[in-house]
């Protein structure tokens, strides 16, 4: 598969999704999680890129009620370069009522054989998510062919900016153990390990205090 040119790193800015451009933004984090370990436990290997921008569809529909809560990195032309899906304090779990709505989708997704082991990854990164308000990174991506060019951790530093100024904390779980210093640069630290049951691939839990703050973080 060939890759895109890469852009100027001034070409571009740092904005809230439209919602026309969910489906740009799901086939974007699609590219971006074609390796991912726990992407690839979760998602049936036919047609998986296919299923998983499905994935990233639902996933934004959840987030589209909290304003600006799914972000872009673009160029003036509206090229998508890199997205990331943010809930604020309090509101990073979808409603029983949601979730309940969303099987028939979660259902095209991983297939009936597979809707198990997505739920068992569902319950581990439930169980072992911080009670402390926080805001949550379910999913960040950079296009493929742009990565390593600072684009994901200028999408990621808005948002972190204004947790330093609200002295408010941010917690993600990383599901490649190669991606644990990028966020370290960013403040976060390792609290743990999240292992998948059956022999699934394991998740870090990392935990960001807001700058200048002393406080421990948890785990």
């Not at 390796?35 to 047609?47: H, I, K, R, S």
């Amino acid at each position: 598969m060939s890759r895109r040119p890469a852009v100027p790193l001034a070409g571009y800015g740092i904005r809230p999704a439209r919602p026309s451009e969910s489906g740009a933004i799901a086939a974007l984090l699609a590219r971006a999680f074609a390796d991912d370990p726990v992407m690839t436990w979760m998602v049936p290997a036919a047609d998986r890129e296919r299923r998983t921008a499905r994935y990233f569809r639902l996933s934004q529909r959840q987030q589209r009620p909290r304003d600006g809560a799914v972000r872009v990195a673009a160029t003036g032309d509206g090229r998508l370069l890199a997205a990331a899906l943010w809930a604020g304090p309090g509101c990073w779990k979808a409603s029983a009522v949601q979730e309940l709505a969303a099987l028939p989708q979660y259902a095209r997704v991983f297939g009936l054989r597979g809707m198990p082991r997505a739920a068992e990854v569902q319950n581990a990164m439930h169980e072992a998510h911080p009670d402390e308000p926080h805001w949550y990174l379910p999913s960040v991506g950079t296009d493929r062919g742009l990565q390593g060019m600072g684009v994901g951790s200028a999408l990621l530093r808005q948002q972190l900016d204004l947790c330093d100024r609200l002295g408010q904390p941010a917690y993600l779980e990383s599901s490649n153990i190669t991606n644990i210093p990028f966020y370290e640069g960013l403040g976060f630290r390792a609290t743990g390990e999240i292992r998948l049951p059956g022999g699934g691939p394991t998740l870090w839990p990392m935990w960001r205090e807001p700058a200048h703050a002393d406080a421990p973080s948890p785990g």
